[in-house]
C-alpha cells in the first residue's frame, strides 16, 4: 500500500496529470453557492484531525459499553492518530503537486494532498468500529447501521472536500486506500487475538481428551 501511495504521489508531481485532474474537479465544484459552500465548510470539518481524534473518543466510549467488544474500541483513536503520523510522513517526502497549484480559483480554505487525510481517517474509524460490534455479536441490536452511517458520512466528507476544491481526485482515492490499510491492519490485530483463545481451549481439550482414553485404556487391561 505504500508503495501504491508512493507511485501516485510521485505521479502528481508531474504537472500534465495534476492539471487533468483539477479540471476534472473544476468540472464537479461548478455551480456551488454561497450557502452550500458555508454549509460544505461545516460539514468537511468533521475529518480535520481534532475533531477526528472527539469523534473517536466517543464513538470508543460507546463501543466498550457494548458487551462483548473488550478494550478493543480504543483502537480507534490510536488508527487515527496513525494516520496523522503517516500523513505528516507522505506530505514531507513526496511533496506532490496539489489542487491550489494547478487550479487555485476554486481552492476555498486551503488545499491538501495525497491521499486525503480526512477521508482516510473516517474511512478507517468506522471500518474498524464495524469489525469491533461484529465481534461482539450482541444478539439485541442488528449491527447494519454502524456501517451505512460510517459510509454515508465518509461520502459527505469526499464530496464536500471537492466541492471546496480542497483536493484533487488523486487524494481522495489515496485516503480510501490508506484508510482500508489502517483498518486491515487493525482487523488483522483483532483477528489474531480472537483465535488465540479458541487455539488455547482446543489444545486443553486435547490433553484432557488424552488423559482420559489414556485412563480408559489402563482401566481396560486391569
Not at 25 to 38: F, H, I, T
Not at 93 to 99: C, E
Not at 184 to 206: F, N
Amino acid at each position: 500500500m505504500a508503495w501504491l501511495q508512493g507511485e501516485n504521489s510521485l505521479l502528481y508531481r508531474i504537472e500534465a496529470v495534476a492539471d487533468a485532474d483539477g479540471r476534472a474537479v473544476k468540472v464537479l465544484s461548478e455551480g456551488r453557492g454561497e450557502v452550500l459552500v458555508q454549509v460544505g465548510r461545516v460539514v468537511t470539518s468533521m475529518g480535520d484531525a481534532v475533531p477526528a481524534l472527539t469523534l473517536a473518543g466517543v464513538l470508543a466510549l460507546w463501543l466498550l459499553r457494548v458487551r462483548g467488544t473488550g478494550y478493543w474500541p480504543m483502537l480507534l483513536p490510536v488508527v487515527v492518530l496513525a494516520e496523522l503520523l503517516l500523513q505528516f510522513g507522505y506530505t514531507h517526502v513526496f511533496d506532490p503537486l496539489t489542487l491550489a497549484d494547478v487550479s487555485p480559483e476554486i481552492v476555498i480554505d486551503g488545499s491538501g494532498s495525497i491521499p486525503s487525510g480526512a477521508v482516510a481517517r473516517l474511512f478507517s474509524m468506522f471500518l474498524v468500529a464495524a469489525m469491533i460490534w461484529h465481534r461482539s455479536a450482541n444478539p439485541v441490536e442488528p449491527p447494519d447501521w454502524l456501517p451505512t452511517v460510517g459510509s454515508c458520512l465518509v461520502l459527505v466528507e469526499l464530496m464536500t472536500r471537492l466541492l471546496l476544491g480542497r483536493h484533487l481526485l488523486a487524494d481522495i482515492v489515496g485516503g480510501l486506500l490508506l484508510g482500508s490499510f489502517l483498518a486491515l491492519v487493525a482487523g488483522l490485530l483483532i483477528g489474531l487475538a480472537a483465535l488465540r483463545p479458541v487455539q488455547a481451549r482446543g489444545r486443553g481439550i486435547g490433553i484432557g481428551a488424552s488423559r482420559e482414553n489414556g485412563l480408559s485404556q489402563r482401566g481396560s487391561s486391569a
